[in-house]
C-alpha cells in the first residue's frame, strides 16, 4: 500500500530534499556540503536515498559536476519554491515577534512629501509590518542594501543614471507653484512673461539634478521665456526640493514644483498654479529592490499600485484645472 500524503514527507526525506536543492543550486556535492555544514559524503548520500526512494536518477554525474537530468529539473522547481516559501513565513514571523523592520531608502523630498503620506495603506494591507524610512540620495549599492536589510531603494534621476536593475515607478512634472499669499501680494505676476529672477526659488536634490537652476531653465524654455542666466541665479537657493516647497507655503517665492510632491498642497489650496503649464521632466522616479529580502514582493507591489494610483489622480487634476502640456 502506499504511504498516506501526511507520512510521506518524514523528516528522513526533507533532510533528503534539503540536500538535494542545495547540491542542484551549487552543481557540486562539495560545495553543497560547505553550505549546509555537513561533509561531502553526507550530501551524497543523502541523495542517493533520495533517488533510490523515487527510483528515478536526479542527477548525472559528470567531470565538471553536477547536470540535472529531466526528472530532477522537475523536483528542483518544486523544492525552490517550497523552500523559500517557508524561508518567507519564517522571517515574517521572526520580524513580527521581533519587531525588526523593513527598510527602505528613499530620495528625502519624496520620503517626507509622498511616501510617508501613504503608509497607512500599507501597514492596512500588511498589519505585521515594521517599516523603517531613510531618506538618503547616494548611489544604489546592492551589496550594502543586502548587507543592511534595504528592500528597496527609491531614487529620483534621469534615465541614462537609472540603475542597471531599476524599475520604473513615477514619470514626473514641473509645474512652478507659489502660495495664495504670495500672489496676492505680487499682483504683478499676471503671466509667465512678468517672472523676474528674484521671484524663484531653486532646488537640487543631491545626486538627482545637475545643477540649481536646471528645472527652473527647462520649464521658461518650454514656456517661452526667456530669462538671462544672471536673473536666474538672482533665485534663493536650497540643497533639497522639500526645502523650496516650505519656503513657498511661507510665502517667499514661487517655487518649481514636482507635482509628486506638490499635488497635496496644491489640492489642499495651501499652494497655487498660477501659470497654467506643465512640463515632463528629463528625470522620473524609479526602485532597486534587494532580491535577497523576504518583503521585497509585498513593498514592489505597493509602491507599484501606489504610485498608479496617484498618477491617475493626478492626471485627472490635470485634466479638470485645464493644464496644458509645454
Not at 541614462?160 to 505676476?189: C, N, Q, R, T, Y
Not at 494610483?309 to 485627472?316: S, T, V
Request: hydrophobic fraction near 45%; charged fraction near 20%; charge should be neutral.
Amino acid at each position: 500500500m502506499s504511504p498516506a500524503p501526511s507520512s510521506f514527507l518524514s523528516p528522513s526525506l526533507l533532510a533528503w530534499l534539503r540536500c538535494f536543492d542545495a547540491a542542484a543550486r551549487c552543481g557540486s556535492f562539495t560545495r553543497a556540503a560547505e553550505e549546509l555544514h555537513v561533509s561531502q559524503g553526507a550530501v551524497s548520500q543523502q541523495v542517493k536515498k533520495l533517488e533510490e526512494r523515487l527510483n528515478v536518477a536526479l542527477f548525472l554525474r559528470v567531470p565538471s559536476g553536477l547536470t540535472l537530468t529531466p526528472a530532477g529539473e522537475q523536483l528542483v522547481s518544486a523544492t525552490r519554491d517550497s523552500f523559500r516559501g517557508l524561508e518567507l513565513a519564517l522571517s515574517r514571523l521572526h520580524a513580527s515577534s521581533t519587531g525588526e523592520p523593513v527598510n527602505i531608502s528613499c530620495s528625502p523630498s519624496l520620503a517626507m512629501l509622498w511616501l510617508t503620506l501613504r503608509l497607512g495603506s500599507l501597514y492596512r494591507a500588511h498589519p505585521y509590518l515594521a517599516l523603517r524610512v531613510v531618506g538618503e540620495s547616494d548611489g544604489i549599492d546592492l551589496k550594502r542594501m543586502a548587507r543592511e536589510g534595504v528592500a528597496a531603494a527609491i531614487r529620483f534621476g534621469p534615465g541614462d543614471d537609472k540603475h542597471a536593475d531599476g524599475v520604473d515607478l513615477l514619470d514626473e512634472w514641473l509645474v512652478p507653484v507659489a502660495s495664495p499669499a504670495f500672489i496676492e501680494a505680487h499682483p504683478e505676476l499676471r503671466t509667465e512673461q512678468d517672472l523676474r529672477g528674484a521671484h524663484l526659488l531653486h532646488a537640487a536634490d543631491p545626486f538627482e539634478v545637475p545643477a540649481l537652476t536646471d528645472e527652473w531653465t527647462q520649464w521658461l524654455r518650454a514656456a517661452h521665456v526667456d530669462l538671462p542666466a544672471e536673473q536666474l541665479r538672482q533665485g534663493t537657493q536650497f540643497n533639497l526640493s522639500l526645502l523650496a516647497v516650505q519656503a513657498a507655503l511661507g510665502s517667499q517665492g514661487v517655487a518649481m514644483g514636482r507635482l509628486a510632491l506638490v499635488q497635496g498642497y496644491l489640492l489642499q489650496g495651501r499652494l497655487v498654479a498660477p501659470f497654467r503649464k506643465r512640463v515632463r521632466a528629463r528625470a522620473a522616479y524609479w526602485f532597486v529592490g534587494s532580491s535577497s529580502h523576504p518583503e521585497l514582493s509585498t513593498i514592489q507591489r505597493w509602491l507599484l499600485d501606489e504610485t498608479r494610483q496617484f498618477k491617475e489622480r493626478r492626471d485627472a487634476y490635470f485634466d479638470q484645472e485645464g493644464f496644458t502640456a509645454v
